[in-house]
């Protein structure tokens, strides 16, 4: 039971991450109908703005992660304006392919900045655990769920409160009628694209935080978040958070009992779980177990 337990708690650190760059999908598919395939590139350049917020500046983690915060919504928001705003009205699947581009190009940038060492971005508490019922957690990936629950928060918080986040939800229900309304669109285009680089970059802060730090190849952990808002519904921020702690808890629980349980599934196959978890959600509702159901009419 303890180790079902552990990884279960090793799903929830590891599903954070994943929750919080499924977000950032949903934010930019929210607002403009596309889905980014920069995520990834904006998550290695948000961990690579805290290592050199620490390692440059000479910051401590939390300031740095503010700071690559910062850096990573200024990133969002010029890749909106000088990539995706003067393609509007084009095909969504042209847009689709822009935001592949743009991901080549900020990785090619990014692994000329990051060399072929990783970079790692160091934690107040280092390599300190946290024990408790017999249990083991990493301080890191304690303030990583605490900062991940937070994040959350916050954001339910501005899309129910807060003017700006009701003026994006306006627009993502129908950009006609929220122009009409006098919501300037193309704003809300442009903080949606901030925020998904806010998260990117706290997700990849945390990511440079680990043992491995950030890596060349690291842009591949992006990747696991798709299943994760194919799973929720790619317009559900509810969604975007559960579908990424599943992806998250079916990986850990995975690669802990299925070499034991079910070892003719060959090595690895917790790399393969996710999209599995997906395949099998679709079968029973093809619109994310929170997405919604399109109706038109002919």
Known sequence: MTTFLQSVLNGFAQGSIYALLALGYVMIYKATHVISFAQPALMVCGGLFGYHAT????????????????????LGMLVERLALRPMVGKPV?????????????????????????????????????????????????????????????ALALFFRYAKTGLAM?????????????????????????????????????????????????????????????IIGGLDSIPGAVIGGLAVGLVESITAVFQPDVAPWLGNNFALVAPYALMFLVLLVKPYGLFGTKEVERV
């Open 55 to 74: 390692s440059e500046w000479g910051l401590s983690f939390w300031p740095a992660l503010i700071v690559a915060v910062l850096m990573g919504a200024v």
């Open 93 to 153: 699947f042209t847009l689709a392919i822009i935001t592949i581009g743009v991901d080549i190009v900020l990785r090619i940038l990014a692994n000329r900045y990051m060399g072929p060492d990783p970079r790692s971005v160091p934690y107040p508490s280092g390599s300190q655990r946290l024990e408790f019922w017999g249990l083991s957690i990493s301080q890191q990936r304690l303030g990583l769920i605490v900062v991940t629950a937070v994040t959350v928060a």
């Open 169 to 229: 939800r306006a627009t993502a229900l129908n950009q006609e009628t929220a122009l009409a309304q006098g919501i300037r669109v193309g704003t809300m285009f442009a903080l949606a694209w901030a925020i998904a680089g806010g998260l990117a970059a706290i997700a990849g802060t945390f990511v440079a935080a680990t043992g491995a730090g950030m890596e060349q190849n690291t842009w591949i952990i992006a990747l696991k978040a798709l299943p994760a808002i």
